[in-house]
């Protein structure tokens, strides 16, 4: 799913230390080695506007460098082989689609234009990849393109709200997404068709109800929801907002919505792991103030615990999840000949 930036639309908390299970220290080594089994997490590092890849057991990888562009909100696809990405120009006017292999090959552009395009996810098959475009002064719509870059086409045509951060169904059939209308805290969890037919409202407060991602089995969304008091006048669209985000489950449904999260301060962004039972998201911690960072940790369903995984400070956010990593099979040592016997 991609995902809504740390000064996106600017949900910046309120002050609280955060306690963690674990805590990694992490640089940027050469690529590891890599425990078996072990799935890989892919994010966005704010200090380089890069990215990188990361796991429990190992310092994180640098996968993309570019002085000049900002890359964020990378989508892994399912079988592992690409992922795509926002790349920005510093400026933050100009916004385009890319995809990389893991291994840092076989980058490509994949939409290009005066158009902003953001939070890419692809398609369950990897033919497609959906995203949400602003053009102009336009707010935001979702759309789809061919995994090749070919054919995009449009899905929502709302010219009085804007779509962003869609994410799939694992079956293809339906994506669910952020329909932001009337003032800015006000985003509601949507869902549609694969088509972009029968749109309809999942769920929604007076607040911020948005960047949904599906279980693995398609029976829940898990959504980020600001659980704190909306203000009567909201500020303008540059300055920042102080709410509380949580991450929420809710049924593919819409019903039985049930709290993850439980923290004064904001946690959001939240991705499934491909065997459903963890999740990786974005913790804002010392926010407001000078020291405030984004760091990603992971949480595991039906359990407090939480696991550190950045520790670099500054804005580390923005992760999804990944196959683990191929470890080759030692060569086995040659057998020697049997010595014949003594005669």
């Excluded at 799935?39 to 640098?62: C, F, H, K, W």
């Excluded at 385009?96 to 292999?101: E, F, P, S, V």
């Excluded at 969890?189 to 279980?215: H, Q, V």
């Excluded at 369903?301 to 580390?316: I, M, N």
């Amino acid at each position: 799913m991609a995902h809504l930036t740390p000064r996106r639309v600017a949900w910046l908390a309120g002050a609280a230390a955060f306690t963690a299970t674990a805590a990694l220290g992490l640089g940027q080594d050469p690529a590891p080695t890599q425990p078996p089994g072990d799935y890989r997490i892919v994010y966005s590092g704010e200090s380089t506007s890069d990215l990188y890849i990361s796991d429990l057991a190992n310092p994180p990888v640098q996968l993309t460098r570019g002085s000049a562009t900002r890359d964020q909100s990378p989508d892994w696809s399912a079988d592992g082989a690409s992922i795509v990405f926002m790349r920005m120009n510093k400026k933050g006017t100009d916004a385009d689609l890319w995809t990389i292999a893991p291994d840092g090959s076989q980058l490509k552009r994949i939409t290009k234009g005066r158009a902003f395009d953001r939070n890419p996810a692809w398609s369950p098959d990897g033919t497609q990849i959906a995203f949400s475009r602003r053009i102009g002064r336009q707010l935001s719509d979702i759309w789809v393109v061919n995994a090749d870059g070919t054919r995009p086409r449009k899905l929502t045509r709302t010219p009085f709200t804007g779509e962003v951060t869609p994410a799939w169904s694992p079956d293809g059939k339906l994506i669910a997404y952020g329909r932001q209308s009337g003032s800015r805290p006000n985003v509601d969890l949507w869902i549609m068709r694969a088509n972009g037919r029968g749109g309809k409202k999942l769920f929604g407060t007076a607040g911020y109800d948005g960047e949904p991602d599906f279980t693995p089995d398609g029976k829940f969304i898990i959504f980020s929801r600001e659980s704190g008091r909306i203000p009567r006048n909201p500020a303008p669209l540059w300055k920042p907002l102080r709410y509380n985000l949580d991450v929420w489950r809710i049924t593919v449904k819409g019903k039985t919505p049930r709290r993850i999260t439980r923290r004064r301060g904001d946690d959001y962004g939240a991705r499934v792991s491909p065997d459903g039972t963890r999740y990786v998201y974005n913790v804002e911690l010392n926010c407001p103030g000078r020291k405030c960072n984004t760091e990603l940790f992971i949480g595991t369903f039906g359990s407090t615990a939480t696991t550190r995984l950045t520790t670099r400070g500054g804005l580390d956010w923005g992760g999804d999840w990944g196959p683990p990593a191929v470890v080759p099979e030692p060569t086995p040592e040659p057998t020697p000949d049997p010595v014949p016997p003594v005669q």
